[in-house]
């Protein structure tokens, strides 16, 4: 679905494909984990393509590979819920800030710092933007990571 939806807004787009959660049911462990290497020298070789100057998650296990691969590269985390799941907690052990819709999620978040940036979620689609405005504030989303 994603894929569709990045390459319309002509957006350069690559997937990766990574195992599932390896904290499954134990028999599927050693595959997992087999998939989960496999994401994670996927997601090496499209960030040495791609150069991203930060990185954004919104959280699944499917980020986990290239969170892991990128920890150099300053990321942002965005919690849209209230109570994060397992990916998001172990995502949020590997940003560099972290963003919240709620205040409620600050509790879940008690050893990492927070960094403050609350989010409005939209309800609706906007289509107003611009790519150059969606550039400035992406741009000044990076400059936050350096506060």
Known sequence: MEAD?????EVPFEANSCGRRAWGR???LPGNAWQLWQGYQASRR?????????????????AIP??????????VLYVP???PGLALKTLSR???KIAVTEDDSH???PDILISGLLVILPVRTCSTGSRESAKNFLDWMQSCLHC
């Not at 499209?46 to 499917?62: A, C, K, N, S, W």
């Not at 290239?66 to 990321?75: C, D, Q, T, V, W």
Request: aromatic residues 16%; positive net charge.
């Open 5 to 9: 939806l990045v390459m319309r807004a």
């Open 26 to 28: 134990f028999n599927r």
């Open 46 to 62: 499209i960030l040495r393509r791609f150069q991203p100057d930060v990185m954004f998650f919104t959280g699944g296990f499917v």
């Open 66 to 75: 290239m969170a892991l691969a990128g920890h150099k590269i300053p990321s």
């Open 81 to 83: 819920d209230i109570e």
């Open 94 to 96: 590997l940003a560099s």
């Open 107 to 109: 509790a879940y978040f």
